[in-house]
């Protein structure tokens, strides 16, 4: 997920990885480590993936203040960041408490955008092309060589 003023999901990488590129522009892993914090997918009652909620660790906390300007982003400033793939924002709370950290790192392009690659091998097929609409851009990712 690409930190953009338009949400950004990239496609096609196989994690963990040390960086990827978009287009030409590339994201270096930002050298926080595979797990920065713990996450979990924001459901509504039908279970539908609606965006991540994501607790950073003490030293990926800067991405709460960089992140609280993002339309599709809704921030605690002491504690979390919740990244909504659409407008809908009714995520059931018990249905959103994974407390996953399989990974998350956070990756850093030369212009200072900030990415998060979550690791989303628990989701369906199913979840994952249900995410976003207009409201999110898909990208075809490569690996950094």
Do not use: H
Request: hydrophobic fraction near 40%.
């Amino acid at each position: 997920m690409v930190l953009r003023p338009k949400l950004v999901l990239a496609k096609g990488l196989v994690w963990p990885l040390p960086g990827f590129v978009i287009g030409s522009k590339q994201y270096r892993d930002a050298n926080f480590g595979q797990w920065t914090g713990f996450y979990d997918w924001l459901r509504d009652s039908k279970e539908q993936v609606l965006g991540v909620r994501y607790w950073p660790f003490e030293d990926t906390e800067f991405l709460i203040d960089f992140a609280k300007g993002l339309a599709y982003v809704s921030t605690d400033l002491s504690r979390y960041i919740e990244i909504y793939f659409s407008g809908q924002r009714n995520a059931e709370p018990n249905l959103s408490s994974d407390q996953d950290f399989s990974y998350d790192a956070i990756f850093r392009s030369d212009e200072g955008e900030y990415a998060i690659g979550f690791g989303a091998e628990a989701l369906s097929e199913a979840d994952v092309l249900s995410f976003g609409g207009r409201e999110v851009e898909w990208a075809v990712a490569r690996p950094l060589e």
